[in-house]
T-cell receptor
Framework: GDSVTQMEGPVTLSEEAFLTINCTYT??????LFWYVQYPGEGLQLLLK?????DKGSNKGFEATYRKETTSFHLEKGSVQVSDSAVYFC?????????????FGIGTKLQVIP | GAVVSQHPSWVICKSGTSVKIECRSL??????MFWYRQFPKQSLMLMAT?????????EQGVEKDKFLINHASLTLSTLTVTSAHPEDSSFYIC??????????FGSGTRLTVV
């Protein structure tokens, strides 16, 4: 079945540091790829998405590029802020049994210290 | 953007009682909604897919008699945890697919069974 593998956290960075959270996937067909963010005590919010190979999703300074050849969708940000502290989930959406099914990675906790 | 409202945000109940969680799409119609469960330090696990006007499709290992799902209208799906026990304590999140925005998640419900 489909699966998403992402690095386990926590990842601790100083403010203004460069962020990379790795994500790789396995899926049949051509899935859409997503990054979701979960702030403490809240639900998930869509951060960015890409629907086909070589697409780059971007939002709030975060970027991720859909790499079909390496089956990856790594999340990057050039300069993190304390407010970016949250749990980040990589996910894919693919057709399964007549509907779209979303598969999540385990989530990576990011802690940004001043 | 598309908004999904989930209530309650937290609930404490006694063992043996039932709890109902509501998920509403506020500004779009959702023929399909998804219910997830999140254990501490783990990823979201899909429990079931809720289809308006028909029976829900449950994932393997999820007890359909324990987790009752009703999707009576295009904007409302409910999850009822029947005869709750402490092991049912978890974070439950619903989501709906809105074509323009992809998957939109509710804010989640933290259930504590005492």
């Amino acid at each position: 079945g489909d699966s998403v593998t992402q690095m386990e956290g926590p990842v601790t960075l100083s403010e203004e540091a460069f962020l990379t959270i790795n994500c790789t996937y396995t899926a049949t067909g051509y899935p859409s790829l997503f990054w979701y963010v979960q702030y403490p005590g809240e639900g998930l919010q869509l951060l960015l998405k890409a629907t086909k190979a070589d697409d780059k999703g971007s939002n709030k300074g975060f970027e991720a590029t859909y790499r079909k050849e390496t089956t990856s969708f790594h999340l990057e940000k050039g300069s993190v802020q304390v407010s970016d502290s949250a749990v980040y989930f990589c996910a894919l959406s693919a057709a399964s049994g007549g509907y779209q099914k979303v598969t999540f990675g385990i989530g990576t906790k990011l802690q940004v210290i001043p | 953007g598309a908004v999904v409202s989930q209530h309650p945000s937290w609930v404490i109940c006694k063992s043996g009682t039932s709890v109902k969680i509501e998920c509403r799409s506020l500004d779009f119609q959702a023929t399909t909604m998804f219910w997830y469960r999140q254990f501490p330090k783990q990823s979201l696990m899909l429990m079931a897919t809720s289809n308006e006007g028909s029976k829900a499709t449950y994932e393997q290992g999820v007890e359909k008699d324990k987790f009752l799902i009703n999707h009576a209208s295009l904007t409302l799906s409910t999850l009822t945890v029947t005869s709750a026990h402490p092991e049912d304590s978890s974070f439950y999140i619903c989501s709906a697919r809105e074509n323009s925005y992809g998957y939109t998640f509710g804010s989640g419900t933290r259930l504590t069974v005492v």
